[in-house]
């Protein structure tokens, strides 16, 4: 006898990377979106106007490492040839520090930058393409979750960054899962270089995601344009609220928009309407925040071991540096 399944059958805009995840988010309980959501070409301009926020202290203080301990990061990671790749690289802001301090060891350097985002790739290899000629850039658009078999395999050891605290996105055993598969696609010796924040008063936390010009608040209600846009949704973001958390017992920052009414939004691509109660949130980001415990037990526990660790004056934030083991 045949059982026969009762699968439904969805419209094919649920089989694109962003029709699947806003299917599965805002019909699950409690909504979520994943993060990578956020960098469509505007998502992208707008977290590049918040590196350069006062309350946005992460960017600023993971460059100024890098200002001070590039040549000894790069001293750390050995004396033969490096290749550098880097996930997530966004615009690719603060690598030209360590990248030029490639140059100055081994004069030309390969680089090849992932992401998502073709805007910010594109922005990336113009800005390292004027300031180091030397770095022969190769940007790769790709998810680095599901696409990381493409990871380059040069004959030099290779040194991938992964900076920014962009690991925080992910719950713990995601975290780990990422690591890991990056560590299944590198061989022994090769190097990650891992920037994560550290945990710090609550205050300067809640501000960093909550400035007051409202840039991440427009950042945050920027996934709901990208959905009416690329799915039709009738959305309309101001009725969603900016609301930001820390959770201490998961010593995570949390991101979510909040319905300010009970209303119902029709997403035509999907053939689905979804229901919001009054105060119902959607939760968007997490950012997860480690002490030097937690970010080396990480590293550890995905096949990484810890060679080096720099910080800033405060200990705000962590840069380590780890072997494939
Ligand atoms: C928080 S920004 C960090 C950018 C840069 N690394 C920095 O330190 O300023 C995260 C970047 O990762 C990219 N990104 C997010 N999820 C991704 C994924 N799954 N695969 C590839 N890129 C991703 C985004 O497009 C964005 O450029």
């Avoid at 059958?9 to 962003?18: G, H, I, M, N, Q």
């Avoid at 709901?224 to 009725?239: C, K, S, Y």
């Avoid at 995905?302 to 405060?314: L, P, Q």
Wanted: net charge negative; with cysteine; glycine share 6%.
């Amino acid at each position: 006898m045949h059982a026969f399944s009762t699968i439904p059958c969805l419209p094919e805009a649920a089989s694109t990377p962003v029709g699947a995840e806003v299917y599965r988010g805002l019909t699950a309980l409690p909504k979520n979106l994943s993060p990578w959501l956020f960098y469509d070409e505007r998502g992208s301009e707008l977290f590049e106007a918040i590196t350069e926020l006062p309350e946005y202290y992460l960017t600023r203080t993971e460059r100024e490492i890098f200002a001070q301990y590039a040549d000894e990061i790069l001293a750390a990671a050995g004396d033969d040839r490096l290749t550098m790749i880097e996930l997530g690289a966004g615009t690719a802001a603060k690598t030209g520090l360590l990248l030029a301090a490639a140059v100055r060891r081994q004069e030309r350097v390969s680089y090849y930058p992932i992401d998502i985002s073709v805007s910010a790739l594109r922005e990336a290899s113009s800005r390292i393409g004027e300031e180091l000629p030397q770095v022969a850039v190769r940007p790769i658009v790709a998810d680095y979750t599901t696409e990381l078999d493409e990871i380059p395999a040069p004959a030099c050891r290779r040194l991938v960054l992964y900076i920014g605290s962009s690991i925080g996105n992910f719950e713990p055993g995601d975290a780990a899962a990422v690591l890991r598969k990056l560590r299944g696609q590198l061989a022994p010796g090769d190097l990650l270089l891992l920037g994560v924040d550290h945990i710090k008063d609550r205050a300067t936390l809640l501000r960093a995601y909550n400035d007051g010009a409202g840039v991440t608040a427009e950042f945050n209600r920027n996934v709901l344009t990208r959905i009416q846009r690329e799915l039709g949704a009738d959305f309309r973001p101001r009725l969603f609220r900016h609301r930001v958390r820390w959770n201490d017992r998961e010593s995570r920052i949390e991101m979510h928009l909040e319905s300010l009414v009970s209303q119902e939004v029709a997403i035509p691509a999907l053939e689905l309407t979804v229901g919001f109660r009054r105060g119902e949130t959607i939760h968007t980001e997490n950012s997860y925040k480690f002490t030097p415990e937690t970010a080396a037990a990480l590293l550890s526990r995905s096949g990484f071991a810890v060679r080096r660790e720099w910080t800033d004056g405060r200990r705000w934030f962590g840069v380590y540096l780890a072997e494939a083991a």
